[in-house]
């Protein structure tokens, strides 16, 4: 397989897509990554991907840069696991991205290529910063009025998932059903099974009590 088949793999994708060499200059950029960022391929090609994409981390530190762990683990053929960044498109845009990553053998030698395949998770990231705020602020209180007390109740066993832990942080912010379906890409009645689940390993009986019971055992 040539580069030029390898690519074209890629051209219709729905996901933005570039891929990088070991040297992390971008060889190929596709449409659906022009949506998204807002280079043409043009002006992606050859450019350094820490340089185009500069995303960085939940606290602003910068995550892509010169010899990034990314890069490192796919020198070795390790893809690493999914991972969000805060990018900027090139209208000045600040937009949270979900990458993965996908170690190829480059078809004309010089090591392995760094397949990124990302997608806009904003409104996901949006959702869970206000959830943090929210939380944050409701640990400095007690439960109000009617909301029962449950403190001294144990970490559920067995812990919440990683997509219930998603829906509550979600709960937090007052994001109703529809929303957090919108929001995580899944659907209504899957929310709905998600919160029974969130409520019966918490051993609570509201949507309230759920919410506090996290910010009280800093479970998200």
């Not at 806009?120 to 705020?133: F, I, N, T």
């Not at 559920?156 to 509550?168: A, H, N």
Request: charged fraction near 25%; hydrophobic fraction near 40%; aromatic fraction near 6%.
């Amino acid at each position: 397989m040539k580069r030029a088949e390898l690519f074209a793999l890629f051209d219709k994708a729905a996901d933005g897509v570039h891929i990088v060499g070991e040297d992390q200059r971008i060889v190929y950029w596709n449409s659906a990554a022009r949506r998204l960022l807002g280079y043409n391929r043009a002006e992606a090609l050859g450019h350094a991907c820490f340089d185009l994409v500069a995303g960085g981390d939940y606290q602003g530190h910068s995550f892509c840069r010169r010899f990034c762990p990314t890069i490192r683990a796919v020198a070795r053929g390790k893809g690493p696991p999914p991972y969000d960044v805060k990018s900027r498109t090139k209208a000045g845009r600040d937009i949270w991205l979900n990458i993965s990553v996908i170690p190829m053998q480059d078809p004309e030698g010089g090591g392995n290529l760094a397949v990124h395949l990302f997608r806009d998770v904003s409104k996901r990231r949006k959702a869970e910063m206000l959830a943090q705020q929210t939380i944050a602020t409701v640990s400095q209180f007690s439960a109000p009025d009617g909301a029962e007390i449950i403190d001294s109740q144990p970490v559920p066993q067995p812990p919440l998932t990683r997509r219930e832990l998603e829906v509550l942080r979600l709960l937090a912010c007052g994001a109703r059903d529809a929303e957090i379906a919108e929001a995580l890409g899944i659907k209504h009645t899957t929310v709905r099974n998600h919160i029974e689940h969130i409520l019966g390993k918490l051993g609570v009986h509201s949507r309230l009590q759920a919410v506090v019971f996290a910010a009280q055992h800093r479970l998200v």
